[in-house]
């Protein structure tokens, strides 16, 4: 198992996972707290709503309230549902470990270099970004200097903010050549025109 593993814990259950996303994506749920469909109104949030039993999504809230994860406020006659900080960091492993990047059919000829220098003192954070990235596809140059040839700018900011990473830490290039790549582009099965 790889050292980054513990960053990435499963929740224990489908219903968790769609729980924080719709949270993290929305900030908060509002639903009428006079409303005889309340869990019904929760479940048009979700994606999958018609596989869970009701039953199973008041445990879930309960359950996630009591682990600090949810925040439910009733304020006049609406009911507030937004992730704690704890919540937050925990949708924020489940995008991480979901995280994926979508390639193209065609390369469009550039190369994305990750550089990085993170300090001795986050040891464990650089090796779980370093195999995270390898995870994703990515294949070093160098110790701290990694090559990708699809867009993923948007997937690193994913990964330097759950981190905490700076911009001076962590930079991405985007490189029209890279000497000597036949290798590079054997490795990732590219065209060679």
């Given at each position: 198992?790889?050292?980054?593993?513990?960053?990435?814990k499963k929740p224990r259950s489908e219903i968790v996972k769609d729980v924080f996303k719709c949270l993290a994506i929305?900030?908060?749920?509002?639903?009428?707290?006079?409303?005889?469909?309340?869990?019904?109104?929760?479940?048009?949030?979700?994606?999958?709503?018609?596989?869970?039993?009701?039953?199973?999504?008041?445990?879930?809230?309960?359950?996630?309230?009591?682990?600090?994860?949810?925040?439910?406020?009733?304020?006049?006659?609406?009911?507030?549902?937004?992730?704690?900080?704890?919540?937050?960091?925990?949708?924020?492993?489940?995008?991480?470990?979901?995280?994926?990047?979508?390639?193209?059919?065609?390369?469009?000829?550039?190369?994305?270099?990750?550089?990085?220098?993170?300090?001795?003192?986050?040891?464990?954070?650089?090796?779980?970004?370093?195999?995270?990235?390898?995870?994703?596809?990515?294949?070093?140059?160098?110790?701290?200097?990694?090559?990708?040839?699809?867009?993923?700018?948007?997937?690193?900011?994913?990964?330097?903010?759950?981190?905490?990473?700076g911009t001076k830490e962590i930079r991405v290039i985007t490189a029209e050549k890279i000497d000597d790549d036949l290798?590079?582009?054997?490795?990732?099965?590219?065209?060679?025109?």
């Amino acid at each position: 198992m790889s050292k980054y593993k513990y960053y990435f814990k499963k929740p224990r259950s489908e219903i968790v996972k769609d729980v924080f996303k719709c949270l993290a994506i929305t900030g908060a749920v509002s639903i009428a707290a006079t409303s005889p469909y309340f869990v019904s109104n929760i479940l048009k949030g979700f994606k999958n709503a018609k596989k869970y039993k009701k039953r199973r999504v008041c445990d879930t809230f309960y359950r996630l309230r009591k682990e600090g994860c949810i925040n439910i406020e009733k304020i006049n006659h609406q009911i507030y549902i937004s992730l704690t900080e704890e919540g937050k960091k925990k949708a924020g492993r489940l995008q991480v470990d979901s995280l994926k990047i979508n390639t193209p059919k065609k390369w469009d000829g550039k190369w994305r270099v990750v550089i990085f220098d993170i300090s001795q003192s986050k040891l464990s954070k650089r090796e779980a970004f370093r195999g995270k990235i390898k995870e994703l596809g990515f294949h070093p140059l160098q110790k701290s200097v990694w090559v990708y040839p699809h867009e993923c700018v948007d997937e690193i900011k994913v990964l330097k903010d759950f981190f905490g990473f700076g911009t001076k830490e962590i930079r991405v290039i985007t490189a029209e050549k890279i000497d000597d790549d036949l290798a590079l582009r054997k490795t990732f099965k590219l065209n060679f025109n």
